[in-house]
């Protein structure tokens, strides 16, 4: 029996040494192929080590399960265990590489958001990317069956002292116990890029995934010091709302937000048009003077200064899922994302439908598929009279270039002009809201005109006054770059076309970025939010530009709240808004408090005043989003308990929880009127 567990011990440790080479090889090549496509980190000797560190832990902390495993199936069936055994490191192995191929992509790891697409949608992103090719699967099926051939060859070379073969498991339990990964792994590096590459991206996506299954339920202690209530107490915070309707509708609020906007604008004869233009991946890194990449749209620059803009304004999700509930309703998440709820989404009301209500006619421009992420359904649910995707182009059109035989569809240039040709310029016409999404500035980033923009591209470079390390660092995202050039030239034959409109002179545009495009490193963990956001119009008496924080949840409070107030608008004195509106403060500060989703699966991060939390790390928020990690027990405990408290209400969103009463519903809905 003892000479039995001897044995197996001593095989599963060979074994196991063999996985532990094979994790660590590789590191070295993510960091080598990483570091080739987009930038090597600072101090590599240290960064390595950290890396290794975070692969070592993830090994570790599986040792002592495979243990349990294979020796009672060593002591049946000797033969069985180690091949079980080997499948299970190749498989492991396999999803490694898969994993990491993906980060060197989106760079971004692949967490639980995987559960939150449908495979239409997963085949459409990963197509479009061109991260499918050839080369890549020839390559992972090499690199399988290399391991495949060490699997069988090295662990019979390898020597595996007893004392270590006994010691591993004591020390993996000891591992968990302590959670030494809390221990350990608190090291911040220059970039949130650079932070990601040292994950092990296994490890990432099983935890996440675990965490999406079984979901902790934290109960809130209603006596503890740091319970605040809703949202908060905090003393800077002006979304304290009243609510109306308890546990029924528990995002039911007063509707009574300030009206920011009228000081700014002229009055116009007729109830002015919106056109509201979101740009897919438009963040506030590579927009604007003072964005730390530097400027590379010089068009969009230019209307921020005739216009009124938000420098540190933030996008509510990391991805587009969550641009038009946001933008449009100031909704809640939901569980995965608001329009996950596809068919069962709450009756609510939006800009949308409420300015359809009050005699505007509404539509949806967008270069893609608008089945895509079920904003199809959710314009449907708000009874948009016009909804354009790619399906609505003529053959006189052209598309984006395929990938593996997918395009997300036509360009901002072809959206645009296709907009143009299918609305009415006249002066007279009924009020109007418009939306616009693009599509250019998204995986794979190519565009019709590629060395036209390549060329603009080294030429902006030299514009901004790039030494040549710089820009050879740079050139790594020629082709991002390069989208981003091509957006902010369409925007800007778009506004030329749009000023000899008769209706131009009356109408009201907002431009924003769905999120910060991830394919560019990050520099910290809201980074991927912060976005510009410009109000434009030639209605305008002043231009002004603003540095407190607002988020797309504060967009719609504030446009029905200068409608109502100058325009005569019918509006209800109650609604469901998360955001109390846009704050016009020209210095630096928070009012507000919010969630933010990265992802359909991952609500990790709430600001609230000066300070972000972001799972269980509080950072503190300056100017330009610049953050630092704050030490702050006190802080951490209050606003956790506030995000707490809105995971507990967004979680009960689903076709049981009503939003407002249909008595308000029948009554403002625009298909009652």
């Known amino acids: ?52 560190l975070a692969d070592i832990s993830f090994w570790v902390k599986w040792i002592i399960f495979e243990l349990i495993l294979f020796v009672p199936l060593f002591f049946v069936h000797p033969r069985l265990a180690i091949i079980s055994f080997k499948v299970f490191v190749a498989i492991i192995i396999f999803i490694q590489l898969a ?55 090295l662990p019979k070379h390898i020597k595996a002292p007893l004392w270590l073969a006994w010691s591993l ?28 590459l040292a994950l092990n991206k296994v490890d990432y996506f099983f935890i996440s995934s675990y965490i999406h299954f079984y979901p902790t339920d934290e109960d809130l202690d209603i006596y503890a010091d740091s319970y ?75 209307l921020s200064n005739k216009g009124l803009y938000w420098r540190n304004f933030l996008s509510a999700g990391g991805r587009t899922f969550a641009v038009l509930p946001s933008l449009m309703g100031s909704l809640p998440f939901g569980k995965n994302g608001f329009l996950e709820l596809g068919q069962q989404m709450p009756d ?47 053959a006189s059109y052209s598309k984006l270039p395929a990938e593996n035989g997918f395009s997300w569809g036509y360009g901002d240039q072809e959206l645009y002009q296709y907009y143009l040709a299918n609305t009415s310029s006249k002066a007279t016409k009924p ?15 190519l565009i019709n005109e590629q060395e036209r923009y390549n060329l603009k591209f080294e030429q902006r470079m030299a514009d901004l006054g ?29 506004f030329n076309n749009y000023k000899k409109r008769e209706d131009y002179n009356s109408t009201i545009f907002i431009i924003t970025g769905d999120h910060r495009m991830p394919e560019i490193p990050m520099s910290n963990k809201i980074d991927r939010y912060h976005v510009p956001l410009i109000i434009y119009s030639p209605l305008l008496k002043r231009s002004a530009q603003f540095a407190s924080i607002s988020t797309h949840f504060d967009v719609t409070p504030s446009l029905l709240a200068y409608l109502q107030s100058g325009y005569g608008l019918n509006l209800p004195d109650a609604a469901s808004w998360l955001g109390s509106g846009l704050d016009t403060a020209r210095s630096f500060r928070n009012v507000h408090s919010y969630p933010l989703v990265q992802t359909k ?26 953050e630092e990690l704050a030490r702050d027990e006190v802080n951490y405990n209050r606003i956790k308990n506030a995000f707490e408290n809105f995971k507990r209400k967004n979680a009960s969103l689903d076709s049981k929880t009503k939003l407002l009463p249909s008595s308000v519903i029948q009554k403002y809905s625009p298909i009652k009127k």
Not at 20 to 27: G, M
């Open 1 to 52: 029996m003892i000479n039995r567990f001897k044995s197996a011990s001593q095989v599963f440790l060979q074994i196991a040494l063999v996985w532990l080479i094979a994790l660590i090889v590789i590191r070295a090549v993510e960091v080598l192929v990483n570091g080739l496509i987009h930038q090597f980190p600072a101090n590599l000797l240290s960064f390595m080590l950290w890396s290794w």
């Open 169 to 196: 498991p004591i020390l993996s339990v000891f591992y968990l116990m302590i959670n030494g990964e809390e221990h350990l792994f608190k090291k911040n590096f220059e970039n949130l890029f650079v932070n990601n």
């Open 348 to 394: 609510h009301l939006s800009l949308y439908s409420l300015l359809k209500f009050n005699g505007y006619k509404t539509s949806f421009y967008y270069g893609g598929d608008a089945t895509f992420d079920n904003m199809n359904l959710f314009l449907q649910k708000n009874s948009v009279d016009e909804i354009r995707d790619l399906k609505s182009f003529s």
């Open 466 to 494: 790039f030494d040549e390390t710089k820009k050879n660092s740079y050139r790594n995202y020629k082709h991002q770059y390069g989208t981003i050039l091509y957006a902010d030239d369409a925007l800007q034959r778009f």
């Open 228 to 302: 605040i209530g809703d949202y908060g107490n905090d003393s800077t915070a002006s979304n304290t709302f009243t609510y109306l309707g308890g546990s029924e509708y528990p995002f039911y609020r007063k509707a009574n937000d300030p009206d920011v906007l009228t000081p700014f604008f002229n009055k116009a004869k007729n109830k002015p048009n919106l056109v509201v233009i979101i740009i897919e991946g438009l963040g506030r890194a590579f927009t604007n003077e003072g964005a730390y990449l530097g400027n590379f749209t010089p068009f969009i620059d230019s």
């Open 99 to 153: 994993l990491c191929q993906y980060f060197t992509t989106a760079m971004v790891p692949l967490g639980a958001d995987f559960y939150g697409y449908s495979f239409a949608d997963i085949k459409q992103t990963v197509g479009a990317s061109g991260t499918v090719k050839l080369p890549i699967i020839l390559s992972f099926v090499g690199i399988i069956v290399v391991l495949v051939i060490a699997l069988n060859r």
């Open 431 to 445: 009020a109007e809201l418009n939306v616009i999404l693009t599509v250019t500035t998204h995986n794979p980033f």
């Open 601 to 626: 699966t991952e609500m990790i991060d709430f600001i609230q005043g000066q300070y972000h939390l972001n799972g269980t790390s509080l950072y503190q928020i300056g100017d330009n989003m610049q």
